[in-house]
């Protein structure tokens, strides 16, 4: 059964640097691209960085020279990383991540997960 785990986020001013974290485990992991996206109050979801299962990656404009994606292939999972510098309040949301049709894309596959929040204070 597919299964991802979102963690790393929390409480940061401004400025400062986060890196989130999200283990998945399912059917042909190491094939998938695998993306993270954000929700903040009141807006509608967003790609923020995908990734490839070469490593190729795409970034939103919001998150380019910032962040920064990666992913780790092991024997029986996959994790994939957001690290996240240069903070802005703007940033503020809840952090998905999932799995793609391409590192491009807003197509998911599988039930979005609990993701973690990430606030930043001014």
């Known amino acids: 059964q597919a299964q991802l785990v979102e963690s790393g986020g929390g409480l940061v001013q401004a400025g400062g640097s986060l890196r989130l974290s999200c283990v998945y485990s399912g059917r042909r992991y190491r094939d998938n691209a695998m993306g993270w996206f954000r929700q903040a109050p009141g807006k509608v979801r967003e790609l923020v960085a995908g990734?490839?299962?070469?490593?190729?990656?795409?970034?939103a404009d919001s998150a380019k020279g910032r962040f920064t994606i990666s992913r780790d292939n092991a024997k029986n999972t996959v994790t994939v990383y957001l690290q996240m510098n240069s903070l802005k309040p703007e940033d503020t949301a809840v952090y998905y991540c999932?799995?793609?049709?391409?590192?491009?894309?807003?197509?998911?596959?599988?039930?979005w997960g609990q993701g973690t929040q990430v606030t930043v204070s001014s």
């Open positions: 999932n799995v793609q049709h391409s590192q491009y894309s807003d197509y998911v596959t599988l039930p």
């Open positions: 990734i490839s299962p070469e490593g190729n990656t795409n970034y």
